[in-house]
């Protein structure tokens, strides 16, 4: 059997130090994103590098790093300083390291300091992308320009319940002589797991939206080393497109986050915001005092001109009521004067018809047409009124203006 040349494993594994050393002899400067941190008890600081932009999530590298004790205060300290956040999970850095490889337990990185301008631009450049991004897309403005009611009694709140901010609302409004209904919906407000949470609670709040007035996020009582959430996209689209007014107490004084920029209504604390609705009411009862004294005024104004023109029209009642009698009076008098003689008109008038009518009653009288020469003919106690009606023998009985003559019928004669 024929034995090829071979090393060993940890000869392999010392090969590939003895390379690296050589090769990195001298720090790089490094740029990564953190994904995991874990300061030890022993005051080491642990953490997991990654670079992102492989298929599926996948990262394209990884490499466990360390900052030793003895750097870690001063490499902290200076970061948070100058970024005002606290080194986190999330947070793209560029970091000088010192490249170590160990034969058990392989590759790992040793930072001995981190440039914090590089993290501040990579910060800006992402927030300005979420601001061209939110603005391509239309929705930049949608959140200011919701309606704001007059009132504003009905509250939810995205906060964490135990945060000291959310307590400093509370108190405030309870300050206040006004009725105020809060409902917390309870949310991480810092950590990897806050714009997740963040949103949760806000589409929680969506689902409920006829029950308030607008939408109180607040984050008060913690560090600013977690305000990079903030101006996440995905949380702020959220917040743009909200369908009820947003108010923001994020609470941070260096600089504006873009979940300030669309809302509706930004302000720097909790208890800021708690007076801002303290306020509101304040105006809306000073509104309603006015419009009830303008209400009052208008009312008495509008009752005086009703008092005036009801006098007035009394008197022009009373004037055209006498006006009136009055010519009705001598109407009547005038009629009373007229009735005598239009009544012996009237009976002369009825007289005369009478008499008209008596002459031609007379006029027509059996009696006068005898006398001017006509005869009534009867015969069976019928008056003739045609030849047809009589036969030869029939009796007749013929009245004249003095007498009556009695005959027989001899012959009839019919002219048509």
Known sequence: MQTHSHITLSQLQRLVKETLHERFALPVWVSAEISEIKVNYSGHCYLELVEKGGDNGVPLAQSRAVI???????????FEAETGQRLAAGIKILAKVAVNYHELYGFSLQITDIDPTYTLGDMERQRQITIAQLQQEGVWDMNREAPMPVVVQRV???????????????????????????????AFMQGAAAEESIVTALCAV?????????????????????????????????MAQFPLPILTGIGHDKDTSVAD??????????????????ERMTQAEGWLDYAALQLHDATKAAMHASEVRLERLSGDLRQMSGNLLTRQRLRAEHLSALLPEAVRNFLARQATRLDNAAELIAGRSPERILRLGFAVVRTGGKAVVSARGVRKGDALEIEVADGTIHGTAQKTFLTS
């Not at 030793?68 to 200076?78: C, D, E, L, N, S």
């Not at 920029?261 to 303290?278: E, N, Y």
């Open 68 to 78: 030793w004790r003895t750097a870690y205060p001063r490499i902290a300290g200076y």
């Open 156 to 186: 939810a709140v995205v906060s964490s319940a135990n945060a000291a901010g959310y307590q400093d609302f509370r108190k405030e409004l309870t300050k206040s002589p006004y009725r105020f209904e809060v409902t917390l919906f309870d």
């Open 206 to 238: 969506a689902e409920r939206m006829d029950e308030f007035d607008a939408v109180v996020l607040i984050r008060g009582g913690g560090s600013a080393s977690d305000l990079n959430c903030f101006n996440a996209y995905r949380l702020c689209a959220h």
């Open 261 to 278: 920029m669309v809302a509706h209504t930004a302000l720097k604390t909790p208890t800021a915001v708690a007076g801002w609705l303290v």
